[in-house]
């Protein structure tokens, strides 16, 4: 048998060094071994994968234009109408400015006349309120009638 006492530390360590790098070693070929396997189950033939084609620019001040005349083009529409109208009235103010404008102008004593045949008031009322004649009141009404002022009756 081996004589155990004649061996060193050195020799021991030795000794462990060598089993310790031999199983080191069968470590190593075991993980490798391994490694390979799970490549070969892992990497299924590679499938050709068709390019997805990229989306089209996206222009995004088109869209906003869109968006905003979508949006905009019913109120801008009602602002028109609103306008047509105001223009027309405003046609109207000064057509009839127009003819004050070419009226002779009516003494005063008898203006509040004539705006009393304006309103339709009869010759007798007319007379009545303002302390003139019936007649002078006829004339006041006349003359509301002729200028398209008052009823025609």
């Keep these: 048998m081996i004589?155990?006492?004649a061996i060193g530390w050195k020799e021991a360590a030795l000794v462990a060094l060598v089993i310790l790098a031999g199983y080191m070693g069968y470590a190593l070929v075991r993980l490798s071994m391994l490694n390979a396997r799970r490549n070969a189950e892992a990497a299924p033939p590679p499938v050709p994968v068709a390019p997805v084609p990229a989306p089209p620019p996206v222009d995004l001040q088109a869209e906003l234009d869109m968006l905003l005349d979508a949006?905009?083009?019913p109120l801008m529409q009602a602002l028109e109408t609103r306008l047509d109208l105001i223009e027309d009235r405003l046609d109207g103010v000064s057509r009839r400015l127009e003819t004050v404008n070419q009226l002779p102008p009516v003494a005063p004593q008898y203006s509040e006349a004539l705006s009393l045949a304006a309103r339709g008031l009869s010759a007798e009322d007319?007379?009545?309120q303002c302390d003139m004649s019936v007649?002078?009141?006829e004339?006041?009404?006349t003359l509301a009638q002729s200028r398209g002022m008052g009823d025609r009756t």
């Design 139 to 141: 004339l006041v009404r």
């Design 135 to 137: 007649g002078e009141a």
């Design 3 to 5: 004589d155990l006492s």
């Design 71 to 73: 949006r905009l083009a």
């Design 126 to 128: 007319i007379a009545e």
